[in-house]
T-cell receptor
Framework: DTAVSQTPKYLVTQMGNDKSIKCEQN?????MYWYKQDSKKFLKIMFS???????INETVPNRFSPKSPDKAHLNLHINSLELGDSAVYFC??????????FGPGTRLTVT | GESVGLHLPTLSVQEGDNSIINCAYS??????FIWYKQESGKGPQFIID?????DKRQGQRVTVLLNKTVKHLSLQIAATQPGDSAVYFC???????????FGSGTRLQVQP
């Protein structure tokens, strides 16, 4: 009964490719997020959706496009991958203004 | 620059000792604060939170203290155990904004 799940857990790909990461939450939360964690462990917000509506879009290259088909899912598509995109990407969800629940992360390695 | 400040230091403690992890924040408009624990290869896990109308909150073996005057947050772990070894992050939430700003984390190492 995983609360926030992500697929895949590991993703190794070459520069220039397009890839997607999927996230699902079964907590009934209304808000979902994508965070990026760099090699120094720094966590930074990328996007947030509330009831399928984009509410936060930080300074992220437009090669990154989030999509929320429904309240329980938030996917992240990345076009033309670059070396600097290598990181761990975390999905999270929350209800209202309370603690965010994080998924296990997707480690993306661009070669 | 980021408003929540820690530059990933390492805190090493003996098993059974108490641990104190500190965090400074700079945005006085933040009104909700959370501590997360991240074990290797896993996502951040909620430990405890506190809202700005409080200055102390206790959980099981953990206490969070908030000093709004000096914009300081601390996490106290009582009787630290090897399983507490992880990276700890503080995070702040600006009033009216549904996103967290994270500090850069503190690595806690518990020596048996």
């Amino acid at each position: 009964d995983t609360a926030v799940s992500q697929t895949p857990k590991y993703l190794v790909t070459q520069m220039g490719n397009d890839k997607s990461i999927k996230c699902e939450q079964n907590l009934g939360h209304d808000t979902m997020y994508w965070y990026k964690q760099d090699s120094k462990k720094f966590l930074k917000i990328m996007f947030s959706y509330n009831n399928k509506e984009l509410i936060i879009n930080e300074t992220v290259p437009n090669r990154f496009s989030p999509k929320s088909p429904d309240k329980a899912h938030l996917n992240l598509h990345i076009n033309s991958l670059e070396l600097g995109d290598s990181a761990v990407y975390f999905c999270a969800s929350t209800q209202g203004r309370s603690e965010q629940y994080f998924g296990p992360g997707t480690r993306l390695t661009v070669t | 620059g980021e408003s929540v400040g820690l530059h990933l230091p390492t805190l090493s403690v003996q098993e059974g000792d108490n641990s104190i992890i500190n965090c400074a924040y700079s945005n006085s408009a933040s009104d909700y604060f959370i501590w997360y624990k991240q074990e290797s290869g896993k996502g951040p896990q909620f430990i405890i939170d506190i809202r700005s109308n409080m200055d102390k909150r206790q959980g099981q073996r953990v206490t969070v203290l908030l000093n709004k005057t000096v914009k300081h947050l601390s996490l106290q772990i009582a009787a630290t155990q090897p399983g507490d070894s992880a990276v700890y992050f503080c995070a702040e939430n600006l009033s009216g904004r549904r996103a967290l700003t994270f500090g850069s984390g503190t690595r806690l190492q518990v020596q048996p």
